[in-house]
């Protein structure tokens, strides 16, 4: 099965280098790229074909689409004429709709909606994949199995596409953005600079791995840390005070919102 994707920006080079990574062959593998120097650059790298959008939609079983929504029109436009029932059709891109991109492709192309995440790039992505409606088992097991190849994949229904983006699209910046602000913190408290950043990263990844292995609740293990009258205790205070829980719960709400404008085009 051959597999195209057409942009290959950080999403679609990390889905592309996941592929490789996973044993995909080259010669299977097909890019659309329209600036030449990063055509260039990626067949160096992966030695992967680099062709036109309109080559990989007419070779590939598979393409995968990782433009920008914004862009997503035109390219549905410029390769719609190469497209065939059956074929399969991979969105990554956060608020186009299935049955978006439905309404610009020839009738009986198979569509399916991934939202996927950075971490993707060290195989510890979170991908999640919605059928559209022209979709089989082999389509929805295939887009599975190309997601599949950088992490873990859910299936869930479209009408959470939205809400996914929020927390697991966006999430690794939120989490990128509390450690930078627990290495500044350590900085400001005396620490050198390369010590905070190695016990924030521990840190974060100890506190990730407990969650993954032990399968406990997040309120019990923030209360295994939380010493009676404590240092822990002290700072949880400062932060519901500072209204961070709610600014969370805002800032995802803003995302899922900024998720659905993109789906009007916006
Ligand atoms: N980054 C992330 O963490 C995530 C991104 N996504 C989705 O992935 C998609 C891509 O995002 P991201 O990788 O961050 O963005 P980038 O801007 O890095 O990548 C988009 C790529 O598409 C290229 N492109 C634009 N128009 C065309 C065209 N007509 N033909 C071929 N290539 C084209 C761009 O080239 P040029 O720069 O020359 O315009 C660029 O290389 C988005 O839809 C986003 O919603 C989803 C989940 C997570
Ligand atoms: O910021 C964005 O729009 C994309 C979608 C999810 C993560 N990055």
Redesign the pocket.
Known sequence: MSTAI???????E?LLSGLVRAGRRVDQLMV????PE?AHELEERYGVAVVS?REAAAKADTVAL????Q??G??LD?IAPDLRPGQLLVS?????TTSYIESRVPEGVAVVRV????PALVDEGMAAISPGSHCDESHLTEAESLMASTGKVLRIPEKQMDAV?AIS??G??YIFFVVESMIEAGVHLGLPRATSTELVVQTLVGSAAMLRETGTHPVVLREQVTSPSGTTASALRELEIHRVRAAFLAAMEAARNRSRE?AEGN
Do not use: F, H, Q
């Not at 990554?92 to 186009?96: E, K, N, P, R, S």
């Open positions: 057409i942009g290959a920006g950080v999403m679609g990390t659309g790229e329209k600036r990063r959008n990782v433009v920008k929504p862009d997503m035109d390219v410029e990554l891109a956060a608020g186009i939202m996927p995440n950075t983006t699209g966006s690794p910046a993109l």
